[in-house]
């Protein structure tokens, strides 16, 4: 299969990889996705059949920068993905999307989690860019979203979720739907192969309270480590954040319809901090 992969960054990257090793043919472009004359030139000039997009802006160091950098977040993360996904349906050429699963906060109506044709209640910028371009892309055939929540990689990054905990000095400790992202490779590619269409949960079944990831942390890679656990209204209430974070249960029900299936979090997040420690120890 002839792909075009849009700005792969820390999660793209790896899918790219992973998508060649399966003999897939991968363009990568790092094209402005709200232009769209760039964006037809490459499609024109590729010809494939598939496009991915990783494309987006979720902040640095964090999403509370999109609360001061407003129109920059929408334009990438709203306008971007709707000229993109113009171009590839004016070429009959099927888009994944990669979305988030925190355009959900709190509980859902359905005691078994959010499922993907819930309606989501987003308050901060970022997730509420990402859930009008989920609302307007849901409209369009040969679309795909895959939400993936709170990657966790076998790879020390500063996007993994294992880094980012590790490194608080204060956490709070919630329960939340998780992707481990050799998961979330597994359910992008089954997509993409399978010319998959609408909202796809890339979640692990199962829940993580974030005391699971720590105490794994601790057993299997640095013993030495501490941090003081703290309530999650405290999190805004001691300037930590400027936006209280999303938390949420997601079910994972569309993706088993096309055959694919992931790992029970409890299984793969073993699995994955196991392997963290490896590449831990070989960096050192």
């Known amino acids: 299969m002839n792909l075009v992969v849009f700005s792969p960054g820390y999660l793209g990257g790896k899918m790219v990889d992973a998508l060649r090793s399966r003999g897939h043919d991968v363009a990568t472009m790092k094209v402005e996705i709200t232009d769209l004359a760039a964006v037809a030139s490459v499609l024109d000039e590729r010809r494939p059949d598939a496009v991915l997009n990783c494309a987006g802006k979720k902040g640095t160091p964090n999403v509370d920068w999109c609360e001061t950098h407003q129109v920059e977040t929408m334009r990438s993360n709203t306008i971007g993905p709707l000229i993109l996904a113009q171009a590839c349906g004016e070429r009959g050429i099927h888009l994944t999307h990669l979305g988030t699963g925190c355009v959900f906060y709190g509980p859902s109506p359905d005691p078994a989690g959010w499922r993907e044709d819930d309606h989501a209640n987003p308050s901060a910028t970022y997730t509420r860019s990402k859930y009008a371009a989920d609302l307007m892309l849901t409209q369009m055939p040969d ?142």
């Open 143 to 284: 679309v795909a979203i895959v939400r993936l929540r709170m990657p966790i990689d076998d790879m020390p990054n500063p996007g993994n979720l294992i880094d980012k905990l590790v490194r608080y000095p204060k956490i709070i400790d919630v329960e939340n739907s998780v992707t481990v992202v050799d998961d979330l490779i597994v359910a992008v590619i089954g997509v993409i192969e399978k010319r998959g269409v609408g909202v796809f949960h890339a979640v692990n079944p199962g829940t993580m309270r974030h005391r699971d990831l720590i105490a794994l942390y601790e057993e299997l890679v640095d013993p030495t480590h501490t941090n003081e656990w703290i309530a999650e209204e405290d999190l805004v209430r001691q300037g930590l954040a400027a936006k209280t974070r999303s938390n949420n249960i997601m079910q994972n029900r569309r993706l088993p319809e096309l055959g694919i299936h992931l790992r029970p979090i409890e299984i793969a997040l073993r699995d994955c901090m196991g392997k963290y420690a490896v590449n831990v120890a070989r960096n050192r």
